[in-house]
């Protein structure tokens, strides 16, 4: 079958562009949410952390996007202020950031798997040949600019296909991703392609950002917020082997620098114990960057806010446990 049907479409696109690409932040409603609480053992505990305590991952997406993402995500990992990093790879950067993880093992290094090209004139197509993957592509053989768009044309055979092709391409430059997420959300825009995102992560070992929706505050905020967490997705999680996050995250937006510094502290503040991972999309400010994205000032206050003295001992002051990905499957591993 060629095309899903989703009738809530579009408040999927609104609610993965929220969460996932840090380019609109405003909710629905005025409402602040809840923390998000959980009675059974946190992901964190499971894997080895003390109780009620927060373990975070600062994570950095849209690497190999641009040079200017490359070069940002390059120093924060070397500077040790963020934790992990993630790969697009159909974009026009990707294989000389694969080429600097290849050089440094150490660093976490994942692959933010792609299947949405959202920019006006900065866009990129699939790994897999165009003729196999038709319904991944639009007009102009581009991925399509929306998450909507890609759930009405493309099947999870055809996503399968292209999520498989980004990690051989990585292993084929030479890194064997240490994790894998979603770009905008897309993989997580119906359930079959939740699907054959377990599926692939699972035979190839590969930890994916899988969320433990068995907390029902957490399952219920995600399906307010348009994800199509139906009960074949809760079953899903319910089966995956390999280890979840107890919840997920992105940086908050600002009008000024520090108003994002003091709209992180809150986010933190706000979090429960549990693995948390947080998503930003840091890039260095050029005159190049503008000319991609119009979040280029978020962008460029996110390669700096982690290196900022005041946020540093924030989180020494929290008692934050930071870790990465590669941390996570060393744990879980002595599970077994």
């Not at 992901?43 to 305590?53: F, I, M, V, Y």
């Not at 200017?68 to 790969?87: F, P, R, Y």
């Not at 498989?164 to 994790?179: C, F, L, N, V």
């Not at 399952?219 to 390999?242: C, I, N, Q, W």
């Amino acid at each position: 079958m060629k095309k899903n049907t989703l009738n809530n479409a579009a408040i999927i696109l609104c609610s993965l562009l929220f969460l996932n690409c840090g380019e609109k932040k405003k909710s629905n409603t005025s409402q602040v949410e809840e923390p998000v609480t959980k009675t059974s053992n946190t992901w964190a505990e499971k894997l080895g952390w003390p109780a009620n305590k927060k373990v975070i991952m600062l994570h950095a997406d849209d690497i190999g996007m641009c040079p200017e993402a490359n070069t940002a995500a390059e120093k924060m990992l070397v500077d040790g202020v963020i934790q992990s990093a993630a790969v697009m790879i159909p974009c026009p950067n990707a294989e000389e950031f694969i080429s600097w993880a290849k050089s440094n093992p150490k660093m976490d290094v994942g692959l933010h798997l792609t299947l949405t090209s959202e920019w006006k004139t900065y866009r990129w197509g699939t790994v897999t040949p165009e003729a196999e993957v038709p319904g991944l592509l639009d007009e102009h053989n581009k991925m399509w600019h929306e998450v909507p768009q890609v759930v009405e044309h493309a099947s999870a055979e055809e996503v399968e296909k292209e999520i498989r092709a980004q990690i051989e391409q990585s292993i084929a430059w030479g890194h064997r991703p240490d994790h894998i997420d979603t770009h905008m959300g897309t993989l997580f825009g119906h359930p079959s392609y939740v699907k054959a995102y377990m599926k692939v992560a699972e035979e190839y070992g590969i930890p994916a950002n899988i969320i433990d929706i068995s907390n029902p505050k957490v399952l219920a905020e995600f399906r307010s917020k348009g994800y199509p967490m139906d009960d074949s997705v809760v079953k899903m999680s319910e089966a995956y082997t390999l280890p979840k996050l107890d919840y997920f995250t992105s940086a908050p937006n600002a009008k000024t620098y520090e108003e994002k510094i003091d709209n992180f502290k809150k986010l933190i503040q706000g979090l429960d114990a549990g693995l948390t991972e947080i998503i930003f999309h840091p890039s260095v400010l050029t005159e190049n960057l503008k000319t991609i994205t119009g979040s280029w000032q978020q962008r460029s206050w996110e390669s700096q806010m982690f290196s900022d003295s005041d946020l540093i001992q924030f989180f020494k002051d929290e008692g934050i446990i930071f870790t990465n990905w590669q941390e996570i499957m060393e744990r879980h591993k002595k599970l077994k």
